[in-house]
């Protein structure tokens, strides 16, 4: 029994290692590739490493397009877009989670049922509404969109969380006298503080990285997000730019790997607080 236990262990740690290997090989290349001299590019045996490794592409990356200013766009656009998202998915999971009726379910099965619109159906509607508010070519209304299609997901998210709190934490708090502001603050939120960080991760990096609706959206060039800006190194033919492009690429996912990286400390923090919880 013992064996036969280490065996499968075994496999899963290497059925691990190697999904592990899957998702890092796309990104080892783009490093590779942003750091390779243009003869290097054009080799017909590419190397993992780069044998003469170069900033030019960095440099070129900047100089042919506004990354810095694209960069800040995506960034005010994901991160306005998280926060505004889960402070309004937080008390409806609340209460769609604590108060079950008919309507909570219903809300529940449109939650699911929403997210598999493709956008297509949707951005000429949204186009139409967006113009009559006067929103198109901006950033608020960017964030409308994006607060708006992550919110049925972030909302189903959170209900799942608060479902796991058990209502007797709840009860025992009303019984020793706190108030239900009170409870929610002092007993409810810390323990559902990994699911809201984990909630607001989501949220940002799937604004973070949108492309269809910041392309149709915005129009002038000071108003687009990084995905966007990353497409202008496609020539008319669908020539790529390659090593720009890499180094341009390599740098956009850098913000959304520090968010995780601060965020996942946070979830496990929570997650070590709210078992301790008293």
């Not at 009170?182 to 949220?203: E, K």
Request: hydrophobic share 60%; proline share 6%.
């Amino acid at each position: 029994m013992n064996r036969t236990s280490t065996v499968a262990r075994a496999g899963q740690y290497l059925a691990l290692l190697g999904y592990l290997v899957f998702l890092a090989f796309p990104f080892l290349w783009l490093i590779s590739t942003a750091f390779k001299p243009a003869r290097e590019l054009g080799s017909l045996h590419p190397t993992w490493i780069p044998q003469d490794p170069t900033l030019s592409n960095f440099r070129q990356a900047f100089a042919e397009q506004p990354l810095l200013q694209a960069a800040a766009n995506s960034l005010i656009a994901a991160l306005c877009a998280a926060v505004i998202a889960v402070a309004i998915a937080t008390p409806m999971a609340y209460v769609m989670a604590r108060h079950r009726s008919r309507l909570s379910t219903a809300a529940t099965g449109w939650v699911v049922i929403s997210q598999a619109f493709p956008f297509v159906l949707l951005i000429i509607p949204l186009f139409l509404v967006l113009k009559n508010l006067g929103l198109i070519n901006t950033l608020s209304g960017l964030v409308l969109v994006y607060v708006v299609w992550s919110l049925p997901f972030a909302l189903w998210m959170l209900a799942g969380y608060v479902r796991a709190v058990p209502r007797e934490l709840e009860e025992a708090a009303a019984v020793d006298g706190a108030g239900r502001l009170r409870t929610l603050i002092s007993v409810t939120a810390p323990l559902l503080a990994p699911g809201i960080a984990a909630t607001a991760l989501f949220a940002f990096i799937t604004a973070w990285n949108e492309f269809f609706f910041a392309l149709v959206l915005l129009k002038t060039p000071e108003k687009q997000t990084l995905p966007v800006v990353l497409t202008h190194f496609l020539g008319a033919e669908g020539a790529a730019d390659l090593g720009p492009l890499a180094a341009a690429a390599f740098l956009a996912t850098i913000p959304s790997l520090v968010v995780f990286a601060v965020i996942q400390r946070r979830i496990t923090g929570g997650m070590l607080a709210g078992a301790v919880k008293s």
